[in-house]
């Protein structure tokens, strides 16, 4: 108990309710003494993870102590890979005062659109006229 509460840990056999039977994990050489002397702990962070602890009283270990049995079920936040260089944000409002800043957008605008459609006279010559050029 003093090492649970030293790291802050939870037993996890004392959340469930189930039968004694099914809480019993070590038995007597003579059969009449039971206790419950085995847990899992587990992080208070990760409590709610544990979705059940139980004993498997038929497992064949050659052993006066039963097995222990946790269900847990761990829920992992996907990673978001962020680019390298932040979004740029525009004032478009810029844009409505002053004049200056329009004209130089768009000639900025006429520009990009200008090399696109140089590219597209490129890719629709024929071999021959490439080669006339080259």
Not at 7 to 17: R, S, Y
Request: charged share 35%.
């Amino acid at each position: 108990m003093d090492f649970c509460a030293r790291h802050d840990l939870v037993i996890g056999g004392t959340i469930f309710p189930h039968k004694d039977c099914h809480k019993v994990t070590w038995v007597s050489p003579d059969h009449k003494t039971e206790n419950q002397i085995d847990h899992v702990a587990i992080g208070r962070k990760w409590r709610r993870s544990l979705l059940d602890e139980t004993n498997k009283r038929g497992a064949d270990i050659g052993s006066d102590y039963h097995l222990v049995v946790a269900k847990i079920k761990l829920k992992i936040q996907a990673y978001k890979r962020r680019a390298q260089h932040p979004s740029k944000r525009y004032d478009i409002s810029r844009l409505e005062e002053d004049e200056t800043v329009q004209e130089h957008f768009k000639l900025e605008l006429a520009n990009r659109f200008q090399l696109l459609t140089d590219m597209e006279r490129v890719e629709n010559e024929t071999i021959e006229e490439k080669w006339r050029k080259v």
